[in-house]
């Protein structure tokens, strides 16, 4: 899981077009930088749930105790026959079934599968509940693969999918306004960002003290409506995505 997003939240453009920034001297420089922040910043808080689409190449394999019905890696290297032919024995290592879990949701779309090296035709598999590789019939993936070369080589299975979810309106709003505030900071000017130093009057007296801003704490900014959107969409303060492993489950390497 990244720690920014694939795709920022707002945009330099976004920005220069709110009211708040075109009504005062901001320097277009300082945008940039401030739209940056700001998304990678909620994307963050938010238990980074949302990171746009994001692109990988899967390399999936199975743990190496072998599947039912085929004949165990770990037999193969006892009896010295080598990776090839124990994956030409096994017919390509093919022990997954016809639908193969991803391990990324939610996946996109499937932008290309290889399989020996060979570009699969489209209409051979198809994408189910935006995680599952499925085969239709009963023809099956291999999950047995030399991790060692390209996926352009025999011996070699791959899946380039496009993935993950796009932040909501909310999300927008929140990083348009955090972003803002981030930019007249910036450019020294008013502001709705919190102020580390506080000046208190009482009884006539005045003295200056520091905010403790136990808002940092609680995963928050200090500005009203963008942690409405970090409470309403991260509520449990998670700082990602729950996921589910076991050492029983098939694994997936990513390549680049």
Same mark, same amino acid.
């Given at each position: 899981?990244?720690?920014? @997003?694939?795709?920022?939240?707002?945009?330099?453009?976004? $920005?220069?077009?709110?009211?708040?920034? *075109?009504?005062?001297?901001?320097?277009?420089?300082? $945008?940039?930088?401030?739209?940056?922040?700001?998304?990678?910043?909620?994307?963050?808080?938010?238990?980074?749930?949302?990171?746009?689409?994001?692109?990988? !190449?899967?390399?999936?394999?199975?743990?190496?105790?072998?599947?039912?019905?085929?004949?165990?890696?770990?037999?193969?290297?006892?009896?010295? %026959?080598?990776?090839?032919?124990?994956?030409?024995? *096994?017919?390509?290592?093919?022990?997954?079934?016809?639908?193969?879990?991803?391990?990324?949701?939610?996946?996109?779309?499937?932008?290309?599968?290889?399989?020996?090296?060979?570009?699969?035709?489209?209409?051979?598999?198809?994408?189910?509940?935006?995680?599952?590789?499925?085969?239709?019939?009963?023809?099956?993936?291999?999950?047995?693969?030399?991790?060692? $070369?390209?996926?352009?080589?025999?011996? !070699?299975?791959?899946?380039?999918?496009?993935?993950?979810?796009?932040?909501?309106?909310?999300?927008?709003?929140?990083?348009? !306004?955090?972003?803002?505030?981030?930019?007249?900071?910036?450019?020294?000017?008013?502001?709705?960002?919190?102020?580390?130093?506080? *000046?208190?009057?009482?009884?006539?007296?005045?003295? *200056?003290?520091?905010?403790?801003? !136990?808002?940092?704490?609680?995963?928050?900014?200090?500005?009203?409506?963008?942690? $409405?959107?970090?409470?309403?969409?991260?509520?449990?303060?998670?700082?990602?995505?729950?996921?589910?492993?076991? @050492?029983? %489950?098939?694994?997936?390497?990513?390549?680049?």
């Amino acid at each position: 899981m990244t720690t920014v @997003p694939c795709a920022p939240w707002v945009t330099a453009a976004d $920005l220069a077009g709110r009211p708040d920034i *075109t009504d005062k001297v901001v320097d277009a420089g300082v $945008l940039p930088g401030a739209a940056a922040d700001a998304s990678n910043l909620l994307y963050m808080l938010s238990g980074r749930q949302f990171p746009g689409a994001c692109t990988a !190449t899967l390399r999936p394999t199975a743990a190496l105790y072998g599947c039912a019905g085929v004949y165990p890696l770990q037999a193969a290297v006892a009896a010295g %026959m080598g990776i090839d032919s124990w994956m030409a024995a *096994t017919n390509g290592g093919s022990c997954c079934p016809a639908g193969l879990r991803l391990g990324l949701y939610p996946i996109r779309s499937v932008t290309q599968v290889k399989v020996n090296g060979v570009v699969q035709d489209p209409a051979t598999y198809r994408l189910d509940d935006n995680r599952w590789l499925v085969r239709p019939g009963l023809v099956l993936w291999p999950v047995y693969q030399r991790l060692d $070369l390209p996926d352009t080589a025999a011996g !070699t299975f791959s899946v380039a999918v496009t993935h993950g979810q796009d932040p909501p309106q909310a999300a927008v709003s929140a990083a348009s !306004t955090l972003g803002a505030e981030l930019a007249k900071a910036r450019a020294g000017l008013s502001n709705r960002l919190p102020q580390r130093v506080l *000046t208190l009057t009482r009884q006539g007296m005045s003295m *200056t003290v520091l905010d403790p801003q !136990t808002f940092i704490k609680e995963g928050l900014t200090g500005i009203y409506e963008v942690d $409405l959107f970090i409470r309403g969409y991260n509520p449990a303060k998670q700082t990602r995505r729950p996921t589910v492993w076991s @050492p029983d %489950m098939a694994q997936h390497r990513r390549t680049g």
